[in-house]
């Protein structure tokens, strides 16, 4: 089974803050992605890559940044966390062979305060 | 943007019924997939469809690949309370890298 794991459930920092989401996944997927999830608005892609130190921007890259350093993880960075971004974050991973099917992790809930 | 709109937005039904929902869109999309999200976890797959008229089950669930390329229906059977929980669809239109729009789910409660 494909393991996406995440490095915390829960996240409370202050504004201001740099805050690290850290994503490994277990299964040498080249494709990962950030999501962010908030109601009324489904599931926003923020940033994925398709290779180590490769990075596009999705749909609303604003406000972070990610690193790519090893093919298994892939880091969201806030530079300086705003209480808009509180947010649930989900990470997901796929292969190139079969590249639709993005497996997620178990999400971090992030509050900015 | 591409949108997919998915209906109903909730549903409240009995243990033992059976659940539609659907997924429509104006664009054309080549890959329909179907994830189930449970209340602070995140979705897991349950079917993915890569043709269109395509059927596809997976125990009481089946889902259908619309044959316009614009549309996806889930079917649960026989509803259990652990259906429980918030289901998506997500499309993949050609030459998008991968990415994948998601629809904005759809609540389902199963009363026992």
């Known amino acids: 089974d494909v393991k996406v794991t995440q490095s915390s459930r829960y996240l409370v920092k202050r504004t201001g803050e740099k805050v690290f989401l850290e994503c490994v996944q277990d299964m040498d997927h080249e494709n990962m992605f950030w999501y962010r999830q908030d109601p009324g608005l489904g599931l926003r892609l923020i940033y994925f890559?398709?290779?180590?130190?490769?990075?596009e921007k999705g749909d609303i890259p604003e406000g972070y940044s990610v690193s790519r350093e090893k093919k298994e993880r892939f880091s969201l960075i806030l530079e300086s966390a705003s209480t808009n971004q509180t947010s649930m974050y989900l990470c997901a991973s796929t292969w190139t062979g079969s590249a639709y099917e993005q497996y997620f992790g178990p999400g971090t809930r992030l509050t900015v305060t | 943007g591409q949108q997919l709109n998915q209906s109903p937005q909730s549903m409240f039904i009995q243990e033992g019924e059976d659940v539609s929902m659907n997924c429509t869109s104006s664009?054309?999309?080549?890959?329909w997939l179907w994830y189930k999200q449970d209340p602070g976890e995140g979705p897991v797959l349950l079917i993915a469809l890569y043709k269109a008229g395509e059927l596809t089950s997976n125990g009481r669930l089946t889902a259908q690949f619309g044959i316009t390329r614009k549309d996806s229906f889930l079917n649960i059977s026989a509803s259990i309370p652990s259906d429980v929980g918030i289901y998506f669809c997500a499309g993949q239109s050609g030459g998008s890298n991968y990415k994948l729009t998601f629809g904005k789910g759809t609540l389902l409660t199963v009363n026992p």
């Open positions: 890559s398709y290779d180590v130190k490769m990075k």
């Open positions: 664009s054309i999309f080549n890959t």
